[in-house]
């Protein structure tokens, strides 16, 4: 079966760096997606990743080895504002996002 | 905003009601999508539409009926719900990535329905 793992909670401090990982075994793929979810708020796309590597967007970096089926979202700087769910998805071969549960991310000051 | 509007945002409704979720996308995309999030779970795809054509149905209850009328528009009718389908209900939209390729075929989510059935 296709499956998508990231640890269920996390806390960081504010002004701190977290890195949270995802790792995934799926039919194919095209392709990796990082959301993040306020809580009561729609998903909001964060980052994209297809190719090895390092993908960074300001405060947000997202890494991906295909050979190892694994995903991390670095996040620097952090912002109370940063407290959110991560929802990690990859695209399969059929072109469907795959999801993992999320991870919770708790900012304390 | 996401460019994504559903409605209503909030509903209860009892075992034996009819209702439907409204979904609209004016972002020019040409696939849709109908999501529920349950607590802890993943995101599980309900429903797929793409340029008006249902091309996924994940083993649905037909309690679940979806409706594509056109590109922009898309509704989840309900019926005969029981108490374990409260959920959040979310839809999406997207460019088809089967025709787009890899780039800029993110998923836009709607804010959700928060559906309580008792």
């Known amino acids: 079966g296709q499956n998508i793992d990231q640890p269920t909670e996390m806390t960081a401090t504010e002004g701190a760096i977290v890195q949270i990982n995802c790792t995934y075994q799926t039919s194919g793929f095209n392709g990796l997606f990082w959301y993040q979810q306020h809580a009561g708020e729609a998903p909001t796309f964060l980052s994209y990743n297809v190719l090895d590597g390092l993908e960074e967007k300001g405060r947000f970096s997202s890494f991906l080895s295909r050979s190892k089926g694994y995903s991390y979202l670095l996040l620097k700087e952090l912002q109370m504002k940063d407290s959110a769910s991560y929802l990690c998805?990859?695209?399969?071969?059929?072109?469907?996002?795959?999801w993992g549960a999320g991870t919770k991310l708790i900012i304390k000051p | 905003e996401t460019g994504v509007t559903q409605t209503p945002r909030h509903l209860v409704m009892g075992m034996t009601n009819k209702k439907s979720l409204k979904c609209e996308q004016h972002l020019g995309h040409n696939a849709m999508y109908w999501y529920k999030q349950s607590a802890k779970k993943p995101l599980e795809l309900m429903f797929v539409y793409n340029f008006k054509e249902q091309t996924e149905n994940n083993s649905v209850p037909s309690r679940f009926s979806p409706e594509c009328p056109n590109s922009s528009h898309l509704f989840l009718h309900l019926h005969t719900l029981q108490p374990e389908d409260s959920a959040l209900y979310l839809c999406?939209?997207?460019?088809?990535?089967?025709?787009?390729?890899?780039?800029?075929?993110?998923?836009?989510f709607g804010q959700g329905t928060r559906l309580t059935v008792v």
């Open positions: 999406a939209s997207s460019l088809d990535p089967a025709l787009q390729g890899d780039e800029n075929t993110e998923a836009f």
């Open positions: 998805a990859v695209r399969d071969s059929n072109y469907q996002l795959i």
